[in-house]
């Protein structure tokens, strides 16, 4: 309703105003690690492609995959950058470990792990191990720890404006426990993100490839 009725010149600004409510992207991107000149980065539920955009202006030598489960992907992207990404709407992380690629040096995780049911988070997580295909890489994870106002904002705006009812937010203890049971031996090193946009935090994982 709301691209409806504000277009496509408008839609993406009050949209940014209005995610600026729950997070500060330029913050996230701050967090990223170093990338070299030619990365390969997976954005796993990558949505509108608002965070990509600051990303690919700050890294002019990378590309990136996006995969979401929706049909609607990367609408928010700018023109100039969009022939550096490829979109895959419609794909699940099953769907793409069956398709040859190479594997990222960069795996972006972003608001996505409070979308996915509690059931399914460890099923998550194993598809994504699939898709490495027991090669080493790096694993960004960016959510919201519970018990803050604006994690209790987020939550019933997901609920209520996006329509996810199966929303629920997972701390960062839960998610390291999660990446941990499917990539033994990952290392976790927190980032600056919780102490200055708290609640968003983000969590850098360096995945070893398996038997080293």
């Given amino acids: 309703m709301a691209r409806a009725i504000l277009g496509q010149r408008w839609f993406p600004v009050v ?22 000149a030619g990365a390969r980065i997976l954005d796993i539920g990558g949505g509108d492609g608002q965070m990509i955009n600051i990303l690919l202006a700050r890294h002019p030598q990378v590309e990136i995959t996006m995969l979401d489960l929706s049909p609607s992907l990367g609408s928010f992207l700018r023109p100039e950058l969009r022939e550096r990404v490829r979109l895959l709407p419609a794909t699940s992380l099953r769907d793409y470990a069956k398709t040859a690629h190479e594997v990222p040096n960069l795996v972006i995780i972003g608001d996505v792990i409070h979308h996915v049911p509690v059931a399914r988070r460890t099923e998550f997580f194993a598809d994504l191990r699939t898709v490495l295909r027991g090669q080493a890489t790096s694993l960004f994870i960016k959510d919201l720890e519970p018990g803050h106002f604006r994690s209790t904002l987020s939550l019933l705006a997901d609920r209520y404006v996006s329509g996810d009812k199966l929303v629920s937010l997972a701390s960062r203890e839960t998610v390291t426990m999660l ?9 976790v090193r927190p980032t600056r993100l919780f102490d200055v946009d708290c ?14």
């Fill in 15 to 36: 949209g940014g105003w209005y995610r600026a409510v729950f997070v500060d992207l330029e913050r996230v991107v701050d967090c990223l690690p170093e990338l070299p």
């Fill in 179 to 187: 990446v941990r049971e499917a990539f033994p031996g990952a290392e």
């Fill in 199 to 212: 609640p968003n935090y983000a969590l850098l994982f360096s995945i070893k490839a398996e038997g080293s």
